[in-house]
């Protein structure tokens, strides 16, 4: 089946900084992606779709500056969360897929910040 | 608004049959999927249905009735690996995937 990397899994980082989190999808061009932040015991949540090329949309609620997403390529998208705090510390997720297929999962990042 | 209803917790035994119910409303539908995903990993895929009618695979069987707005996932000679959480997920007519908020399911021995 269809792969999509995501890189790191885990990210420890001192609060105030940046971390960047790719998603990758290496045997099929991904039209849209997706960007999921999952809670302690509660489903994902959609933070953001991204098509390539344009900007992305992000759901309400979801800070546009401080969740910074780039879909540059149809094969690569990447988060960066900003001035990283605390309270951002969770389980990331991205899926990739094109407009009539299922969606492929990364592996997740697990961030913490210190 | 959009929804989708699943029980949150399910509790089945080893070698047993379990079935998983979801419940949509949602703006338009382009299918829906059902999901695995064990604690603190990425969810996997399971399977994907956008007509009517029972799709099996394997020991996993997924049901669909768009007209009811229903769909059921079936799990058979269930095994201890098989404990995780089960979500179901809808396309909807702008290819959102909107989630539920998945069925957490404990197998006993």
């Known amino acids: 089946g269809a792969v999509v990397s995501q890189h790191p899994s885990r990210v420890i980082c001192k609060s105030g900084t940046s971390v960047k989190i790719e998603c990758r999808s290496l045997?099929?061009?991904?039209?849209?992606m997706f960007w999921y932040r999952q809670f302690p015991k509660k489903s994902l949540m959609l933070m953001a779709t991204?098509?390539?090329?344009?900007?992305?949309?992000?759901e309400q609620g979801v800070e546009k500056d401080k969740f910074l997403i780039n879909h540059a390529s149809l094969t690569l998208s990447t988060l960066t969360v900003t001035s990283a705090h605390p309270e951002d510390s969770s389980f990331y997720i991205c899926?990739?897929?094109?407009?009539?297929?299922?969606?492929?999962f990364g592996q997740g990042t697990r961030l913490t910040v210190v | 608004g959009q929804n989708i209803d699943q029980p949150t917790e399910m509790t089945a035994t080893e070698g047993a049959i379990v079935q998983i119910n979801c419940t949509y409303q949602?703006?338009?539908?382009?299918?829906l999927f059902w999901y695995q995903q064990h604690a603190g990993e990425a969810p996997t895929f399971l399977s994907y249905?956008?007509l009517d009618g029972l799709e099996e695979k394997g020991r996993f069987s997924s049901f669909l009735s768009r007209s009811k707005g229903y769909s059921y996932l079936l799990l058979k000679e269930l095994q201890m690996k098989d404990s995780a959480s089960y979500l179901c997920?809808?396309?909807?007519?702008?290819?959102?995937?909107?989630w539920g908020a998945g069925t957490k399911l404990i197998i006993k021995p």
């Open positions: 899926s990739a897929r094109n407009r009539d297929t299922e969606a492929f």
């Open positions: 045997d099929f061009q991904a039209t849209t």
């Open positions: 991204s098509n390539e090329g344009s900007k992305a949309t992000y």
């Open positions: 949602t703006s338009g539908f382009n299918g």
């Open positions: 249905n956008v």
């Open positions: 997920a809808v396309i909807d007519s702008n290819y959102q995937l909107i």
